[in-house]
Structure formats: C-alpha cells, structure tokens
C-alpha cells in the first residue's frame, strides 16, 4: 500500500512513465497520464531499466524507478528528489500552459482580423477607394454568402466529408453574415394588461415575416446537406482525377475505363472520375446512394422553392421594364405564339416537347423571352390602371377581366416558364432575376435569396455526383453479363 500511495504521489509530481506502458495516442507534451491498464500492470525489470534510462538524461537515473521506491518517511534524498522533480513538473506544466495560451491567442487575433475586413468591406460597399461608390450592403451581403459558398464548397466536387476547416470556416462565417437578420423586425400591436386591470394597447417588436418563416428552414436544409457529405466517410467507391489513376485510393484497375463509361456535359474534364469494384457497388451501399439523392433532391426543391418565393416578392427594377419589348408576339416568335394562342387547353410540357432545345444556352435564351413576353402582356392588361410599373405588377391584375387576351397569354407563358425551369433545374438564372438581385436593396431579402441559392446549388451537385457513382456502377455490371 505504501508502495502504492508512494507512486501515487510520484506521478502527481511530475514524472513520466516508460513509454511501453502509455497508450500511443494519449502523449501530450511535457507529461503523460497513467490508463487504467498501464496502472495495473505491473512493470518489469527491462522496463524499469527504460524508465531510469529517460530520466538519466535530467540526471536523476541514480535513483530507481518510483515504481519500486520503497515506503519512507519524507526527508532525506526521497524529499531532495520530490522538491526537484515537483519544480521540473512544474516547469513542464507551465509551458505547455504557455503554449496553448498564445496558440488560443492566435487564433482569436486571427477571426479578429477577419471579423475587421468583413465589417470594412460591408461600410465601403466593395470599395477599397473609400469614395462612396460601392454598392449597397445589400449586393454586398449577397456576394459575401456566394464568394464564401465558392472558397468553401468550390474545390468539394466529390462525394466525401467537408475537412474541419472549410466546416469552421462556412459556420463561422455564416453565424456572421446571417447574424443582421436578427435586427430585421416589424412592430406589431399587442395588448397588455396593468396591475389595475387596465389594458393598453402597445406596439412589440418580432422577426420579420419572411425571415421568420424561411430562415430557420434554410438553416435547417443547411445542416441535412452537410450530414448528407459527412455519410460518406467509408465507401466502396473512389475518385481518379483526370483519367489517371487515383494516387492515395487506387483499389482496383487504372481509371481510364472509368471515364469511357461516364460522359460529362459540356466537357467537364477538370471533374473527378468516380470509380467502383470490378463487381459493382454492394446492394447496401446502393440502397445508401438512392436514398441520400432522394433526400438531397428534395432539399432541392425546398431550396428552389424559397429562393423563387423570394425572388418573386423583389420590386421589378425600373430599368427592366423600360427594356421590355412593345410586342410579346415578336418576343416569341410565330410558331410558339401561334400556339400558345390557338390551343383551347393550354400544355406547356407539350409544347416544350415539340422545341428543339439543344443546350442549356438555348433554354435559358428560351426563358428570357418568355419572361419577357409575360411581364409585357401584363402590362398592357393593366395599361388603363394609373399606377407605378412595379405596383401593376404587383398586383397581378386583380381588377383585370379574366378574359382579357393579354391576361391568358401572361398566365400561359407563366405556365411554361414554371415548366421550363421544372424540366432543367440547372438552368441559370433569368435576365430579370440578375437585375432584381442587383438592384435590390432589402438587406433581409437579399439574405434569404443568396443563402437558399448556394443551398440550392450544393443540393444540386450532390444530386449529381451521387447519379455518376450509380450510373458507373450499372455501367460495370451490365458490362461483366
């Protein structure tokens, strides 16, 4: 027992043990901690040779191991020893303290520096010449969520876990830039009663609608992204970049049959090429990838749908509307006005079926002038009704005949935009979605549209990524039958 509280109290003081009995991946610098195993084992002589040898180097290697101390009474070379081994401990625990204290230091004169340049670059508007000519902190709340969703997520173009710094870096800086939408509220009148009984009616302060209801939503579909990413730490699948083979993760074959299987839009040859086992991918690990797509394909959608809901409640700038055509006939062309005149019930997929579109370019040339076509008709729906552009619009021609012609053909191409943008979700964004988000200068919606639109995207590249791996894997087993 004496043997015992005597090693108890040695290692309290500073001492190391050998390095036989610590768990490899439990050192930290200056002192080590005993396990549960490695104090109940009971050390041998070569060991407590190795233990006096570590300590020969301080200079105390005449003294045995403390292990095998026997139970004096304090005084003497034992209390010589303890002083000297209790100052060295000492010694040892304050710089490691002394360390971790200016490490922490460093890292907080690091988000400090950060925090500084964010706030600059919002009061000048992007402007580093302090002239005034920046743009709003609108437009520049919105291009700091894009640019951070591109330095984040722009080289992640596979499936696997985000590294723990982009993951600091995207909520750190998230937190920042959605922590304005805090101070974004509308007054409401609410009744209070007094200790009297009399009550009063007084204005209160709550989140503003819209951030409110799409915020935490968004916040929501952000965290179900990152988990989706983080469920693809072990699989069967693996990358080769550029057609060679992969370096660190080569487990079967070079990767050049990889990528005669899987063809790339647009010749996207920069992108990783996802290959599986000679046999195909196990059912498990299929059952896995269709069900996280289908889960990322509907965080898509609710994103999708956000960001519309957003874009359509932004003013139509001034500056769109006088570049309107005068005719939405000469906007479309014959062959899709003819149409959209002529059919009794009106079939945009249809219609969208019988157009060549050959490429992305082309659907959304499409969708500029179809957008085009509409806001003009409803113009001149509500051209009798003396108001702003933006509040005709705005108001969707409630006091316009439901029969009116021009009111038809806006519904219609309305309907056939919602299709076209159904039918190639990748599609960009529209002439007059470019202008609203330039031109806006609602900080919360600015907020909302930025932060559902790089979800938007993200949610789509998962989508996409997780399609290549299944599309290679059938491509495998068909080839092997």
Request: hydrophobic share 35%.
């Amino acid at each position: 027992m004496d043997n015992l509280s005597n090693t108890d109290e040695s290692y309290d003081l500073g001492y190391q043990p050998s390095p036989s009995s610590l768990d490899q991946n439990d050192r930290t610098p200056g002192y080590s901690t005993f396990s549960g195993d490695s104090f109940a084992y009971c050390r041998t002589n070569s060991e407590t040779s190795a233990f006096s040898e570590t300590i020969d180097d301080q200079s105390y290697s005449s003294e045995p191991s403390p292990s095998f101390w026997p139970g004096l009474k304090s005084g003497g070379v034992h209390s010589s020893n303890q002083a000297v081994l209790t100052r060295l401990g000492m010694k040892q625990h304050k710089n490691v303290a002394d360390h971790d204290k200016l490490d922490d230091q460093e890292a907080l004169d690091s988000e400090l520096e950060l925090m500084k340049e964010r706030f600059a670059k919002l009061l000048l508007g992007e402007d580093m010449s302090g002239s005034g000519k920046g743009v709003c902190a609108a437009v520049t709340i919105s291009n700091s969520i894009t640019n951070l969703y591109a330095t984040v997520f722009g080289q992640n173009l596979r499936l696997e876990p985000l590294k723990l710094e982009k993951r600091a870096m995207w909520k750190r800086e998230m937190d920042c830039l959605l922590s304005v939408c805090d101070y974004i509220v509308e007054f409401i009148p609410t009744s209070q009663n007094l200790q009297d009984g009399t009550s009063l009616e007084i204005m209160s302060s709550r989140p503003r609608a819209d951030i409110y209801i799409n915020l935490p939503a968004l916040k929501k579909l952000d965290m179900m992204l990152i988990e989706i990413l983080d469920s693809f730490q072990d699989t069967e699948f693996w990358y080769a970049e550029q057609g060679s083979m992969s370096s660190n993760s080569t487990r079967s074959g070079p990767s050049g049959s990889f990528r005669r299987i899987i063809q790339r839009k647009d010749e996207k040859w920069w992108l990783p090429i996802p290959c599986v086992p000679p046999e195909g991918l196990s059912e498990k690990s299929r059952k896995h990838l269709r069900h996280k797509r289908d889960c990322a394909n509907q965080i898509h959608k609710a994103a999708m749908a956000i960001n519309s809901s957003i874009l359509a409640e932004m003013e139509i700038p001034d500056s769109y509307m006088a570049t309107l055509p005068k005719s939405g006939k000469a906007c479309l062309g014959d062959s899709i006005y003819r149409y959209m005149c002529s059919a009794e019930k009106f079939s945009p997929d249809h219609l969208l079926d019988s157009l060549s579109i050959a490429s992305e370019h082309e659907a959304l040339e499409l969708a500029d002038r179809v957008e085009a076509s509409m806001y003009t008709w409803r113009r001149k729906a509500c051209m009798s009704h003396s108001k702003s552009s933006w509040d005709m619009v705005k108001d969707l021609m409630s006091d316009t005949d439901r029969s009116d012609k021009n009111h038809v053909l806006a519904e219609r191409a309305e309907s056939l935009l919602f299709s076209l943008k159904q039918k190639y979700p990748e599609l960009s964004q529209t002439s007059l979605d470019t202008c609203k988000i330039q031109y806006n200068r609602d900080v919360g919606q600015s907020v909302l549209e930025s932060y559902s639109r790089v979800l938007e995207g993200l949610a789509f590249n998962i989508v996409a990524w997780i399609e290549d791996v299944l599309f290679v894997d059938r491509s495998v087993r068909n080839r092997d039958r």
